[in-house]
Structure formats: structure tokens, C-alpha cells
């Protein structure tokens, strides 16, 4: 407390010294408590300079009503003149006397070179009071403000109106109070009714950075608005005054309104005293309290804001938007207290707000941190499992979709076959519905899972797509989760994630358009953007200073007009379920028993699932609702560690795997595998084998197969090419390309 006085007692000098000059003192005025009485903060550079409350000598304004009061006739306009004449205003004062028996000083001010005394008293809103400090001469000045009253009053000016009424109609007309358990005030039926609406207010208290106190316009309900989406230091609490009465909470004017001559306030009484006692004991300011809220009262302090309605708290806390003006512009309070480190963003009340405003906060909150901007002082950012990927860029071929948020990507600059050639790339900061294990009962898809993958399928197979590289993370094995840094090597893996962009879809599609930049003069799309503004994927949810996708504001942007639409995951109705009959999973019987369904029509549209070898694979028949195994009639490619068994594995991974093909089922053998052609856009599978050198043409049978002819001239001319399992072929001549034992082996064929 003696701290206080001593700083109560320099305030003058300190603002003296920023004019240089002697009596005369220069500020910028932060309140107008009534209508002639000013609070002006000094000039200096300091975070919290020194302040001035300031009465207007000789004056006295009518006096506004307390909690529970009524105004004076006039007092709100005159207060209205006051404030808008000088709030914000650069002015220039001295002290004309002092009543230390009230504790307060009464001077002069200038607004430039207009005495403010002049212009209240001659728009008619204060009168004048001839009786100055008690055994101290006039002012010369009284005699100008006597003779300005009087014109005042002739004219019917202010509150010396002569219309019939005028000041009856003056008064407000309060409505109770909305501040206080006690208050009776409905805060969710307000914020349901006003939510998103622009309420006009002018602020009279600032409780802290980030809770003010305003007044409703034109109701003039009184109430208190949370800043929506961040949270300032605490300003602590103090305990109540064991000398003086305290003022009821929420009062807009604690002076006397010029009354020099008051006496000083009676002493408590017993019960008061008992209350006190009893009363918390005092809690500190945290740091930079008093910083964030000088910071907020400089900005919105007695000004004009907007307050748009959010909603409530679970504690009926009503949770708003401020918007202030800033010359032409108006700015986010919120926004401005983030980026200057003053208060934090708070994750539950930024979910009210729109994600757009979202993205700023939450960056304005990083960019801080780094900065390590006043409550971000010393602050040392977590341990992150994930690192940056720098430079990489490349384009390729989806050759698979192995989930909705992981596809594999054959990467042109790589020799085709090499291990590095197809890459498996997990889109950024999404998170697509678990496809779960079929094999186990209890790990079944989530919710639109497969709707996910599909989605993705239909659009990426096959197709050239161009990838940014963004960070890699890693993984625990043990359960998916992400491991700490500190977690054994041996139970993790590493994973690389990155931005895929697609060229335009056609109109037909009716896909949204992404926000990502184009290359060339072919827009692109992010094809986790696509996803999420179909419903078919979450959004990561990254710790401060974890990588992220370089696409994140866009890719909340998207989420967030999911979920305003309600589709997909984010709708109530649930997936048509598709039950599919897993033939690959059953003993050969059940197979046979299928093959008349399949020999009923010539020809089924199937999907390819899985390559096995080159001429083996697994393909689920949509209309069938089966999966099957299908192997290619007439067609061998070689088998598992002989010469370029990998290269047709790799051949038909590009061609068709995950595709639409067309399939005829001729038999089915004693494993349960079917046997039959298989035709991808129109081209014969097996015809593209041997043509390739990759495959040979089994006599046996020929003459089912409907493509024989082209295949047998497919495989000539791999032959007289003498391409891959043919390159040392001689015509005339058996070729082998193993031991003699193993070319025994595969001439002896059992057959029934």
C-alpha cells in the first residue's frame, strides 16, 4: 500500500515530465466517467503509464444512477457529450485545486485549443458553480462560464431544455442488472435469441483483458461479455476495504459529480465489519494481468463496440465477439490481445466462433509463442514426434488406395521396378474413417469407411496426381497411437505424410472447389480438402509446434462446411450396408457351389482388390456381392523368386489393380480359385502379359478361352522380339529358365 501513495504522489511529476513544462500536463483521455469528470493517462512509454482522474473546475453535471438508482434529468446525455468529445483524444490540463477530504482534483482541459469547461457548460449539459476550493479566490475563467450558462439557458439548451417533458424523458429507464448469481437474468434464453446478431454497446468496465462490462443499446441492459475464443491473465482479487463502504458492482460513476464539499464516508458498521473478516484474503494479479488489462480498457474503455453473441458457458456465462473501431476499420479484440501475447487461445469457446476466425487465432497464438511475446516469455515449445520433410516434390501414378487418408503413388522419376519406384503417402492432418480387420468380429469398419476409400478410389486410381512432401511421424506399432520421442525404435514406425493434388474433376462431378494453388494453367485439387468436404474425414488434431499439413486453414475450412451440411460422418443417417461373401476365405465347396451364379451372365463388372501374381489376383463382384480368387485361363507368369515375377506383379499393380474390369468365369479349380479372361478397358489382361515376355500360353484348353487368337499372336511376337522370359528363345526349341530338374518338373502335368 505504501508502494501506492508513493506512486499516487509522482503521478504528477511523472506527467509533467513527459510535456516539460511546469503546471501544464499532457495525456490522452482512457474514460469519461460522467459529464465532468475525465480520466487521462499519461504520455510515456511505459506498458501501464501513470493515470489522472481530472473534474472539470466549477462544474457539476448531473449525476447518472447507481445499481438500483435512478439518473439525474439529462445526466446520460451529458456524459454522452463529454465522451464523445474527448475519449481517445490527445488533451492538455492542470490542476486547479484539490479536496483531499474526498480524495480528488479538479483542474482545466484542453481539446486542442478549446477549453472542454467552455463547450460543456455552453451546449447547456453542466451548471456552473460559483463557490470554488474552501478559502481559495475564484478562477478569472468563472465569470466566461457564468456568462455561457446564461446563453445556454436562454436558448433552452442541454439540460436546460424548455420543451414540455424534455427532462422526464430523459431518464433512463434501467433494466435490472444482469451481472450476479442474484441477477434473475436469463443469459441462455439472451444468447439464444441474439446469437450471431451485431448488438450495438458502449463499454463501462473492463474487468479484466478478456471480460468487459457493457451497456445494451438501446436497452441499456447492463451485462457482461466473455471474449470468445482466448482468455487473459487473471487480475487477481482483492479483499474488501475494512474503512469505506463498498460500491454495489457495476456502478458507471463513483465521483460526487463535482461536489467538493462532501464529507468523508461514516465508518462500518459491526455487521460490516464481521463481512469483512470473513471475506477472501487477496490474490495477486497474474503476470501480465495488468498489462492485458490496460491494454483492452486503451481500446474499448467508454468507446462504441459490437458485441456479436456466441453463446453461453455452462455456467450461463455469455460468450462474445468484440469488435471496436480502429479509424475506418474495425478489429477483432480477441485477435489483438493473441498476437500482442496478452492472452491465450482457449479451445472450447474458439469452437462458437467461425472457423475462419478460428485458423487466426490459433495462429496468431503460434506466431506469439515464437516470438515469445509477454505471457509467451521464456516459453520452450514440447518435444513433438513428428519432424519436417523439406524439398520433396514429386508427380506419379496412384497405382493404390490402401484407406481414405493413404494411397501408394508410383513416382515417374524412379526406374520402373525398383523398390523405391511406388511410394506410400498418408494425406496430412486428416483422419479417414478405420476400415478395421474383416478377420476378427471385434474390429469391424468405423462409419462410412469403405464409403471413404471408395470415394477416394473412383477418383485417384490410375490418375496422374503431383505430391508435396510436408513431415513424417512416429507411430507406436503396438496400437496406432502416436509414440513418444523417448519410445523404443523397436515398437515404432515412421510415417510420411504430404498434400496430393488432383487436376480438375469435370462439372459432372460436382466436386467442391479447393482453395489450394493451381500449377501450370490446369487448376489443382487437395484431395484431403476434397474429403473433408465430403464428410469422409476428421481433421487431425495437432499439439502446438507438431508439422501439420502446409494447407491447414483450407483444410478446416472444408470440415467446417461439412459439418454445417451435415454430410457424411458428420450426418445422423448411417451407411447402406453392403455385405460382401469373402470366397477367398472358404474351403473350395462353397466356391463350386457359386459357379452357376457366375456362369449366368457371360460377362461381370469386378473390381481388383489385390494382385497375387502376374496372371492371380482378387476381384470383388459389387453385383454378386462376392470376393473371389481369379486366375487368367491359358496365362502363367512366372512364379514366386523366378525371373521377373516381380516385374508382372509390378505390370499388373499399374494396370489394374483397384480398377473396373470386365471378367468371364469358365471353371473353377480344386483350390476354389475361378477361371476365366479378364478385359481392363476393353484390352485382354493376359494379351499385355505375353505380349510383354512375361507370361507363357498354356496349349491346354486353348480353345475356350474367347481370345485366342490374340493371344497367340500376342505371345509371337514376344518371341520373336526375345523379350524378357523369352531372350534366349530359339524357335523350334523348348526354353527354360531354371535348373533341368525344375524343367522336368513342369512338363509333367496331372490332369483328369
Not at 484431395?527 to 473433408?532: I, N, S
Not at 492371380?616 to 525371373?643: H, N
Not at 509371337?716 to 526354353?735: C, R, S, T
Amino acid at each position: 500500500m505504501k508502494f501506492c501513495f508513493l506512486l499516487i504522489a509522482n503521478i504528477g511529476a511523472i506527467m509533467a515530465a513527459s510535456t516539460g513544462a511546469s503546471g501544464w500536463l499532457r495525456g490522452k483521455v482512457k474514460a469519461v466517467t460522467s459529464g465532468d469528470c475525465l480520466l487521462i493517462m499519461g504520455s510515456t512509454k511505459a506498458e501501464i503509464p501513470p493515470e489522472k482522474s481530472i473534474t472539470l473546475s466549477y462544474l457539476m453535471a448531473p449525476r447518472l444512477a447507481r445499481r438500483g438508482g435512478v439518473d439525474e434529468p439529462f445526466a446520460w446525455e451529458s456524459r454522452e457529450y463529454l465522451r464523445k468529445l474527448c475519449v481517445g483524444k490527445e488533451v492538455t490540463f492542470r490542476v486547479d485545486y484539490t479536496a483531499p477530504n474526498i480524495g480528488r482534483e479538479f483542474g482545466t482541459v484542453y481539446l486542442g485549443d478549446k477549453n472542454v469547461a467552455y463547450l460543456v457548460v455552453a451546449a447547456g449539459w453542466a451548471r456552473v458553480k460559483e463557490q470554488g476550493p474552501k478559502g481559495g479566490e475564484p478562477l478569472p475563467n468563472v465569470s466566461e462560464l457564468l456568462r455561457l450558462e446564461e446563453v445556454a439557458k436562454q436558448q433552452g439548451l442541454g439540460r436546460w431544455s424548455k420543451e414540455p417533458g424534455a427532462a422526464e424523458d430523459s431518464i433512463r429507464d434501467l433494466p435490472p442488472s444482469a451481472i450476479g448469481e442474484l441477477s434473475g437474468f436469463d443469459a441462455k434464453g439472451f444468447a439464444v435469441a441474439n446469437k450471431g446478431k451485431s448488438l450495438e454497446a458502449i463499454v463501462e468496465q473492463v474487468r479484466d483483458g478478456s471480460t468487459i462490462r457493457v451497456y445494451l443499446l438501446p436497452s441499456f441492459q447492463f451485462v457482461q461479455i466473455y471474449v470468445a475464443g482466448v482468455q487473459a491473465p487473471s487480475m487477481g482479487r482483492r479483499p474488501p476495504n475494512p474503512t469505506v463502504v463498498a460500491e454495489p458492482e457495476g456502478t458507471t460513476n463513483g465521483t460526487t459529480n463535482g461536489d467538493d464539499s462532501g464529507e468523508a464516508p461514516a465508518p462500518l458498521t459491526t455487521a460490516q465489519r464481521l463481512a469483512a473478516s470473513t471475506a477472501s484474503t487477496e490474490v495477486p494479479p497474474d503476470r501480465f494481468g495488468r498489462e492485458a488489462k490496460h491494454f483492452t480498457e486503451t481500446r474499448v474503455l467508454n468507446r462504441d463496440v459490437r458485441i456479436v453473441v456466441e453463446g453461453t458457458d455452462s455456467f450461463s456465462n455469455i460468450i462474445g465477439s468484440v469488435y471496436y473501431p480502429d479509424g475506418d476499420t474495425a478489429k477483432d479484440l480477441s485477435l489483438e490481445l493473441v498476437e500482442n501475447g496478452l492472452a491465450k487461445y482457449v479451445e472450447w469457446s474458439a469452437n462458437m466462433l467461425d472457423v475462419e476466425v478460428k485458423i487466426k487465432l490459433k495462429n496468431a497464438e503460434l506466431q506469439a509463442k515464437k516470438e515469445q511475446l509477454r505471457i509467451w516469455t521464456g516459453f520452450k515449445p514440447p518435444v513433438t514426434n513428428s519432424k519436417p520433410i523439406h524439398d520433396q516434390k514429386f508427380t506419379g501414378k496412384v497405382v493404390e488406395v490402401v484407406s481414405g487418408d493413404c494411397i501408394i503413388v508410383a513416382d515417374d522419376a524412379a526406374p520402373y521396378g525398383s523398390p523405391s519406384a511406388e511410394r506410400r503417402v498418408n494425406l496430412s492432418s486428416i483422419r479417414a474413417p478405420k476400415l478395421g480387420n474383416p478377420r476378427r468380429e471385434d474390429n469391424k469398419p468405423d462409419k462410412f469407411a469403405r464409403e471413404s476409400k471408395e470415394f477416394l478410389r473412383t477418383r485417384l486410381i490410375g490418375k496422374q496426381v503431383t505430391v508435396e512432401m510436408e513431415y513424417s511421424r512416429r507411430i507406436s506399432t503396438m496400437d496406432g497411437q502416436n509414440a513418444v520421442p523417448v519410445m523404443n525404435s523397436a515398437d515404432t514406425r515412421v510415417l510420411d505424410y504430404g498434400s496430393v493434388f488432383l487436376g480438375s474433376p469435370s462439372p459432372a462431378d460436382g466436386d467442391d472447389t479447393s482453395s489450394a494453388p493451381s500449377t501450370g494453367t490446369q487448376p489443382k485439387i487437395n484431395v484431403a480438402e476434397l474429403l473433408l468436404s465430403r464428410g469422409f474425414a476428421e481433421i487431425s488434431k495437432h499439439r502446438d509446434y507438431e508439422e501439420r499439413s502446409h494447407y491447414f486453414d483450407a483444410l478446416l475450412a472444408a470440415h467446417s462446411r461439412a459439418e454445417k451440411a451435415k454430410k457424411g460422418i458428420h450426418s445422423d443417417k448411417l451407411p447402406p450396408v453392403m455385405h460382401i461373401t469373402d470366397l477367398t476365405m472358404v474351403n473350395s465347396k462353397k466356391a463350386k457351389d457359386f459357379l452357376p451364379f457366375l456362369q449366368r451372365n457371360r460377362r461381370h463388372t469386378a473390381v481388383v482388390e489385390y494382385v497375387f501374381s502376374g496372371h492371380r489376383f482378387k476381384l470383388t463382384i459389387p453385383k454378386e456381392t462376392c470376393s473371389i480368387a481369379f486366375s487368367l485361363s491359358g496365362v502363367r507368369c512366372p512364379g514366386k523368386d523366378e525371373p521377373y515375377s516381380s516385374e508382372a506383379i509390378a505390370l499388373m499393380r499399374r494396370m489394374i489393380l483397384q480398377r473396373d474390369v470386365e471378367i468371364e468365369v469358365e471353371t473353377v479349380d480344386r483350390t476354389g480359385t475361378f477361371i476365366g479372361s479378364l478385359w481392363e478397358s476393353k484390352t485382354n489382361v493376359g494379351s499385355v502379359l505375353l505380349e510383354s515376355g512375361l507370361a507363357k500360353l498354356s496349349s491346354f484348353g486353348l480353345d475356350r478361352i474367347p481370345d485366342a487368337h490374340v493371344l497367340t499372336r500376342a505371345e509371337k511376337l514376344a518371341k520373336q522380339q526375345k523379350l524378357k522370359i523369352w531372350e534366349n528363345y530359339v524357335e523350334g526349341e523348348e526354353v527354360t529358365n531354371g535348373s533341368a530338374s525344375e524343367s522336368k518338373q513342369k512338363e509333367i502335368l496331372k490332369v483328369r
